[in-house]
């Protein structure tokens, strides 16, 4: 019964491993979809990424932004064109689990542009909604 007990636990215990690295894998993914949207100028499709939601938080240098749309319209005005948003690269420092299904991932961005680098650091809060990874909560400065 002991061995039968000990098996049980080292299938659970893998289970989730796995299951946590294919969620992690699944986000990183994510995010470099996201840069390469964002380096395209595609701010539409860089938001895909995002809960479209009045619940989204985003908080960066000048406050706190609520709702996707108005996260989308500061993005859209903050960087009018394509030489404003340049190429962005993610540096991805670290992805936590919180719970089943939610991680945060903290890291560094790196914003090149014609108008001058700018880099910076991040904390998302991702999760699952839908069957899809979605950042529900960003803070970047």
Not at 12 to 18: A, N, V
Not at 51 to 75: A, M
Not at 77 to 88: N, R
Request: glycine share 6%; hydrophobic share 35%.
């Amino acid at each position: 019964m002991k061995k039968l007990l000990l098996i049980f636990t080292v299938i659970i215990c893998s289970c989730t491993t796995s299951n946590e690295e294919q969620d992690k894998k699944e986000i990183r993914a994510l995010m470099k979809h996201q840069a390469s949207d964002w380096s395209r100028h595609d701010l539409d499709c860089f938001m895909l990424g995002y809960w479209k939601s009045d619940s989204l938080k985003f908080q960066g240098r000048n406050g706190i932004t609520y709702g996707w749309k108005k996260t989308l319209e500061k993005y859209k005005k903050s960087y009018p064109y394509a030489e404003d948003s340049g190429k962005l690269k993610f540096k991805i420092r670290t992805i936590s689990k919180i719970e089943s299904n939610s991680y945060y991932v903290m890291g560094e961005y790196n914003l090149t542009r014609e108008t001058g680098k700018l880099d910076g650091i991040f904390m998302v809060i991702f999760k699952k909604i839908k069957g899809e990874w979605k950042i529900i909560a960003d803070t970047s400065c």
